[in-house]
């Protein structure tokens, strides 16, 4: 156990001090020959309010990023990746959510937490150190990775490994699973995947394989497994529709887990998306959960929370629509739009980036939510978010 | 004559015309399809890589990025942007008419639909479909030699290119410049259907390049939009290196550095 104490500060300070003087010294990414280091550091102000913006609440988010990669010759590549985050303000006073960020999920503990007085809370975990062995058809990956099987851009029921939270903006690396994972090219088109991850918990445990191919121009896969107790199978693809991109993708879920009382779970989603020639880019998705409640208290902070991917939503039936434009080269806007059925669920976010200068770039974007409740329609609270970015 | 008399001679006339139009051969001038075939072989070898910086000129503000071009033949090619630090890593494939796009922040293969085909390559002057185009100028365009001209000191053949029926090509004609003694393309005028000028395309900055003689510097800009263009600056080129057909596969996609 001591061992595993001392994983996360020797991959920590191993980070670092290969990142640290090659930042001071404005190094180019390539530090030298097959080793190179990316990442950023990002500072967000998040405010949160239900109805009136003087009774808002402010929090401040420090986040630095340490990616490094190493390449061994031809076939051997390793990866080391690093997020830190100090927290401030109003946040922290929401019980429980301390212990929301510093929960670990994966079987080895990587990360670490500090809390200075209530007033500031650290955050630091590896969430990728990987190391892959490549040939021409095959590649094997062991280590902390991200396994990302997802074809959509809003739901991903095939994501079995490492379910993608959509309203998580500013994760969108995820954490990564401790995990074992075989890619097998095959002749011509298409590829075989294995993979098994464990990790912190029982429900963590999961073994799946994965088929990819192609049938004219659209690109299929499918996949089965095992995910705790429960058995899956599961499929997607991505083709087009005349000119429109047409995505979708399913999963099975059979047997008798204690997170779900019902004997067979499926969750579904198609999406389409279309660019007119004037630039403004729609896109149109659904997803059906038959295990969907009615209980908007799950939505509490969704941002935050690591999602199973039996439970992408809360809800039954959810649909998202999503608007965007590049209004010029260092300016994007998109207006993202969630609707639930159940309850008349609508969140909003609206969103733009602007690059300021080489490797900076300013973000601003809210999320609203609103519900119906005792047949009124009322605002569940809104969050704006001002992000600067800086990448090296 | 009676009106209806002339409405039908109208008629013939006009859809004899019509037709005659459209079934004549198209007249392909041998000569300047050599002169454009000896102009895209130099530029696209059997296989090439490249590494180049991409400069986005705006009236108030310039934007670089890097990247590195492969390509084999007509139908594969794979871009991988190196450059700025936020978009390292992002790379687009094409393999036959199909496009993918690797996104290593999420480390995600996503299928670009061809609608997006016609739009801005991450904010330059050129399109997603000019990056990974198919076109091949010699196959897909009929030719003629219209004259010749002096550019840049250099003299030229001035051809006219268009579209051949059938061939997903949104432009109505191409005027293209090539140098007699390198065979270079010094200058492409793009016109929509209307005859309109869309874009220019021009070279320059001759230099040795993997072995040939090339324009290191090429230009796109715009018609109406005084003060804007994207460059591409070639850094340099290795012309007909062995790569095999999977490294274009979307399964090798997050390979390919």
């Known amino acids: 156990m001591k061992a595993m104490r001392l994983l996360y500060p020797s991959l920590s300070l191993l ?9 001071v010294r404005g190094q180019d990414s390539t530090i030298r020959s097959g080793l190179t280091l990316h990442g950023y550091v990002k500072g967000l102000s998040q405010t949160t309010f239900l109805r009136k913006l003087r009774e808002a609440d402010h929090t401040g988010i420090l986040h630095a990023r340490v990616n490094l990669a190493y390449a061994c010759g031809e076939h051997w590549r390793f990866r080391l990746e690093t997020r830190q985050r100090l927290f401030a303000g109003n946040l922290l006073k929401q019980p429980g959510f301390t212990h929301l960020i510093a929960m670990d999920y994966g079987f080895f503990r990587l990360s670490e937490t500090g809390n200075f007085q209530g007033n500031l809370f650290w955050h630091g975990i590896v969430d990728r150190a990987a190391v892959s062995y490549r040939t021409d058809r095959l590649e094997l990956i062991a280590g902390r990775q991200r396994i990302n099987w997802g074809i959509g851009t809003v739901w991903n029921p095939n994501d079995v ?8 903006f500013d994760y969108e690396e995820r954490p990564g699973c401790d995990g074992i994972r075989a890619i097998y090219n095959l002749k011509g088109r298409g590829s075989l995947e294995m993979a098994g991850s464990a990790g912190s918990e029982r429900s963590d445990r999961k073994a799946a394989l994965l088929w990819r191919s192609q049938i004219g121009r659209y690109d299929i896969q499918a996949l089965g497994g095992k995910f705790d107790s429960l058995v899956f199978a599961g499929a ?9 991109g047409f995505k979708g993708e399913y999963n099975l879920y059979r047997g008798n887990a204690s997170s779900v009382n019902d004997r067979y779970t499926l969750l579904a989603t198609a999406s389409l998306d279309y660019t007119f020639q004037n630039g403004w880019y729609l896109m149109g998705t659904y ?19 690591r999602l199973s991917p039996v439970h992408l939503m809360p809800l039954k039936h959810s649909f998202a629509g999503q608007l965007a434009k590049q209004i010029n080269p260092v300016l994007n806007a998109s207006f993202t739009s969630l609707y639930s059925p159940t309850s008349h669920l609508s969140i909003f976010m609206p969103s733009a980036t602007c690059w300021m200068a080489q490797n900076w770039e300013l973000t601003l974007l809210a999320q609203s939510l609103f519900a119906r409740n005792n047949r009124l329609y009322q605002t569940l609270g809104s969050t704006v978010f001002l992000r600067v970015r800086y990448s090296f | 004559m009676s009106k209806t008399a002339a409405l039908l001679l109208c008629c013939a006339l006009f859809s004899s015309r019509f037709f005659f139009a459209n079934h004549l051969p198209i007249q392909d001038d041998p000569i300047a399809r050599e002169i454009v075939r000896k102009a895209e072989d130099k530029m696209r070898g059997k296989t090439h890589q490249a590494d180049l910086v991409i400069r986005i000129v705006r009236p108030n503000w310039t934007r670089e990025m890097k990247a590195r071009i492969w390509s084999k033949g007509k139908k594969n090619a794979a871009i991988l942007i190196t450059s700025p630090a936020k978009e390292n890593g992002i790379v687009y494939l094409r393999r036959d008419k199909e496009v993918w796009n ?6 995600r293969v996503v299928k670009l639909p061809p609608s997006m085909m016609s739009q801005s390559w991450m904010g330059t002057d050129f399109t997603n479909d000019d990056l990974v185009k ?9 030719h003629r030699l219209i004259g010749e001209d002096s550019l840049n000191k250099r003299f030229c053949y001035r051809i006219e290119m268009k579209p051949k029926p059938g061939t997903a090509i949104v432009w109505g004609k191409l005027l293209v410049w ?12 793009f016109y929509d259907e209307e005859g309109q000028l869309v874009n220019t395309m021009t070279g320059s900055g001759v230099k040795l390049l993997g072995g040939r003689m090339l324009t290191s510097v090429m230009e796109m800009i715009p018609a109406g939009k005084p003060g804007q263009k994207t460059m591409l600056n070639y850094e340099s080129i290795k012309f007909d290196q062995e790569i095999p057909d999977a490294f274009f596969s979307p399964e090798n996609i997050r390979n390919i550095r």
């Open chain 1, 15 to 23: 980070a670092l001090a290969v990142a640290c003087p090659a930042i």
């Open chain 2, 178 to 189: 090539i140098d007699k003694e390198w065979y270079l393309q010094l200058r492409t005028e």
């Open chain 2, 134 to 142: 198919e076109a091949s100028a010699e196959d897909d365009y009929t």
């Open chain 1, 287 to 305: 997803l059906y959960q038959s295990r969907g409640g009615k209980d908007l208290s799950a939505l509490y902070n969704l941002s935050y929370q």
């Open chain 1, 161 to 168: 490994f490492n379910a993608f939270n959509f309203f998580d």
């Open chain 2, 102 to 107: 690797w996104v290593p922040s999420i480390e």
């Open chain 1, 236 to 244: 997607g693809f991505a083709g087009n529709l005349g000119q429109a």
